[in-house]
């Protein structure tokens, strides 16, 4: 992978959302396992970060989504749409499997917002 994200840095703070949703917004609980994984994903987009500013990054997304103030899941994925490849959505799909398994389950809850996603996207 190159040094350079395959994504603008300004739709970083969306796919950050986009995990969440499913992290957070599929079962309102955020556990450290599922945080430790999203700050590793979202350093595989940018290597170059130092990883507490990722996790700043990652914490101040999550403060917005659990007062409420972001978008649907759906809302989310077509603020992306545009700025993602075929590959890159499918690269997102996977990291979302990976976020929603981080502790340990793959809820319902969970793969239905990987499902709703996956349809905004198609």
């Known amino acids: 992978m190159s040094a350079e994200p395959p994504l603008h840095p300004r739709h970083l703070h969306t ?3 986009l995990y969440l949703a499913v992290a957070y917004g599929a ?4 556990a450290p396992a599922e945080r430790y994984t999203i700050v590793e994903l979202i350093q595989r ?9 990722v996790e700043s990054m990652v914490d101040t997304a999550f403060a917005a989504a659990s007062s409420g103030m972001v978008g649907t899941p759906e809302s989310l994925a077509a603020d992306l749409r545009d700025a993602l490849t075929p590959d890159l959505q499918r ?3 996977t990291d979302l499997g990976h ?3 981080a502790d340990g389950t793959l809820s319902v809850s969970e793969a239905d917002v990987i499902s709703r996603i996956r349809r905004a996207w198609a």
Request: hydrophobic share 55%.
């Open 99 to 101: 976020v929603a398994r």
């Open 45 to 53: 987009w940018l290597p170059y970060m130092a990883t507490d500013t």
């Open 91 to 93: 690269r997102i799909l």
């Open 27 to 30: 079962d309102d609980d955020f």
């Open 15 to 17: 796919l950050v959302l």
